[in-house]
């Protein structure tokens, strides 16, 4: 599923490691969501929603694969 994590690490300026250290995953599991080989789970989905105070949609738009 696309989605824009990688923009919104970059607005925050975190790496992918320091992404992975907050939210409890590891750097390889961020990389294969931002290259979409990896759609998460519903928990990590929560886990990234809340990191970014947004909704999950906000993150992973279903629109984004038309």
Request: glycine share 4%; proline share 3%; hydrophobic share 35%.
């Amino acid at each position: 599923m696309k989605n824009d994590l990688r923009e919104r690490r970059g607005q925050t300026g975190e790496s992918q490691a320091d992404l992975a250290a907050a939210i409890g995953v590891t750097r390889q599991t961020i990389n294969s969501i931002e290259r979409q080989r990896y759609d998460p789970s519903l928990e990590l989905a929560f886990t990234l929603a809340r990191h970014y105070d947004c909704i999950i949609e906000d993150i992973f738009n279903p629109a984004f694969n038309e």
